[in-house]
C-alpha cells in the first residue's frame, strides 16, 4: 500500500512506524505538517491509499480528510481525547494505559476506532515511556489497523462512551499551574512524578535565583540532605541536588523561560554557572559500589571476569567533559583484568553523538565544535586501539550520528530488536563527520553500501541493521530480557576456549588495517571536512545546530523523506 505520513516531524515514533510498515512491504513517503495547502498539495501528488498521522501538533484539514481514511496515533486508551494525554496519565498515576489509532474526523480525536494496545505504566519520565512503550505500542496498534483496514470485513468501532470498556474521557490541556512544585509541602516522590511526567517537554516551571526555569531529569537522593525545602545542596557532574521536606531530589536539566525568547536545554550547573560557586561538589567514582539512590551518569559494575560500563547521557548529547570522564572510565576498566568490556549506553539512548546545545552555548560554538568532536574521536580511538580485551557495544536505545559510529568501535554489536540507527551525519548542515567513521563504517559494511547509508539518510531498524551487516545481531524487544541476553552473551566471550585467538586476531587484523592506512590518517582527513563545516565560509552546520537546538518549526520537507516530491522533481 502506499501510505504517506503526515507529522509535525520525523521523531522516533515516526522513524520506528517507518521502518516497520516497509518491512511489511508498503511504500511510505512523509510530508511534514506545515501548513493546510502543502498538505493537501503533498497528498494529491502522492495519491496514498490511506494517510497516518504518528506525531500531529494540529487537527488534519477537512478536505483531506473526507477524501481519503486518515489514521491518527493518539498517545491514550479508548475514549481518552485532547492534548496531553500521557502527562495525565502519569500524574493520576494509572497503572495502565495505551496507544489508539482513531480515523480523523470532524472532532478532536473522536473518530471511529481501528485498532488499540495497552501497556503497564511504571513510574519513569514521560519521555522514556514515550520512547519504549508508547512506541512499541503504536507499532503493534498501527500494523493492526493497517491489517483490519486490508481486510474487507472489518468495521472500526465507532466511540462509544456508554459501553463500560471505553474508560477514557475528554480532558483539557495540562497547564503549568497542575505542575506546580511546592516544596514546603510536596513529598520527594511527589515531586519526582511531576517532573517525571513533564520529562523531556515540556518540563515543570520553578523559581531559582529569582528566575524562572522549567525543571527535567530528576532522580531521587538517597543520603544527602539539607534544612529548606528547594535549597540546592550539592552538585555532581552538571547536576544540581535540591532538599526535599523527606530526603533530596537531583535535576539534571533546566531550560530558561524567556520572554520573546527562544531557549534550550542546558545541564543544570551550565545553566546556572554564575550561582553555584559555593555549592559544594560531591564527587562519586563511576567505579564505586552504589548504596542508594543518587545520580550516577557513568557507572560500572563487574560481573566475574567482564565489565559492564555504562553510560546514561541525557537524550544521548556527549559533550567534551563526558567524553572525557566516559575515556578515563573505559580506560580504568581497560587496565584491570576483565576479559571482556560491554558498553552499555543508557536505557534511553545509546548516543546521539557531540552535545549540540552545550555546542550551541558556548562563546565559540566553532571552537566547541571541534573541542567535542576531539574528545569524541579520542574515546572512539582508546575503543578501538583496546589490546587487552574485547568488547562488545550493547545498544539499549536508538544512536544517531556520531553515537551510532562510537559503537562501531566495539568488536562486537548488538542491540535491542527496536532499536532504530541513523548512522548519517548530512542532515545536520551537510556536517562531514568524524569518529572514525570513514574506516568503521565500511569496515562494517563495504564501500557502496556506506555510501548509501549515509547519503540516504534514513532510519535503519536493527533487523535490517544486522541484515547489513551493519550490527551483529538483535534481539529481546524487553530492556530486562536484553540485558540477560547480553551477560550471556559476555559471560560466554570470557570464557570461550577460543578467547585467546579471538584476541590475537583483533590486534593482528587492526595492525594490518593500520598498516594500510593509520587510524591518524582517518582522522586527520574526516578533521580537515570538519574544519571546513566549524570555521569555513558556508555557514550551513551553524544554521542548522542552531534550528536543532532552538526547535523551529521545519519550512519544508526534504526531498530524502518527501518520495512524493522526489518523483516530481527527477
Ligand atoms: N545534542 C543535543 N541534543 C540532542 C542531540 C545532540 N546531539 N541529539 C538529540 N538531542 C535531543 C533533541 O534535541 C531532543 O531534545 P528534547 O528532549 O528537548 O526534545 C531529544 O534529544 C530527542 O531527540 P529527537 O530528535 O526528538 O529524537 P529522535 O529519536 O526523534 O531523533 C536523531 C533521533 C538522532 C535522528 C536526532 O535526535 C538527531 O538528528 N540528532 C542530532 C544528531 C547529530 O547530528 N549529532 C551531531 C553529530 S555527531
Redesign the pocket.
Known sequence: MKILFLTH???????RLFVELTRHGHEISIEFDINDAVAIQAVEMYQPTIIIAPFLKRAIPETIWRRQPCFIVHPGIIGDRGPSALDWAMMHGYQQWGVTVLQANGEMDAGDIWASELFPMQLMKK?SLY?HEVVQAAVQAVLTAVQHFQSENFKPLPLDYTRPDVLGRLHHPIRQKDRAINWWKDSTHTILKKIYAA???PGVLDTLYRKPYYL?DACVEGTLRGNTPGEIIAKRNGAICRATIDSAIWIGQL?RKMVGKSS??LSAELALKDHLAKVPEVPLDPFSACLGETYRDIWYERKHDVGYLHFAF?????DAAQCERLRKAYLAAARSDVRVIVLMGGAD?WS????????EHADSPADESWRN?NA?NDLVCAILTTRSQLTIAALQG??????VFLSLAADYIYTRESV?L?PH?K??GN?Y???YWTYLLPRRVGEIQAKTITQKRL?IGAPEARNLGLIDDCFALNQANFKKKIEQLAEALAINQDYSVLLENKVCQREKDEQKKPLATYRAEELSRMQLNFYGFDPSYHVA?YH??H?ISHAWTPLYLARHRRIRES
Do not use: C, T, W
Not at 9 to 15: E, P
Not at 314 to 318: I, T, V
Open positions: 516531524s520525523f521523531n522516533s515514533l515516526a522513524q519521555s520512547r520529562d523531556g517537554f527535567f531550560k534550550y536545554k541525557y537524550n544521548g548529547a556527549m539512548f546521539n553523538g557531540i552535545h549540540l546545545n552545550h555546542i568532536i569524541m536508538n544512536a544517531g550520528a556520531g553515537g532504530i541513523n551525519y542532515s545536520m556536517l563527520g568524524s569518529e532510519p545546530r536543532f537546538v526547535k
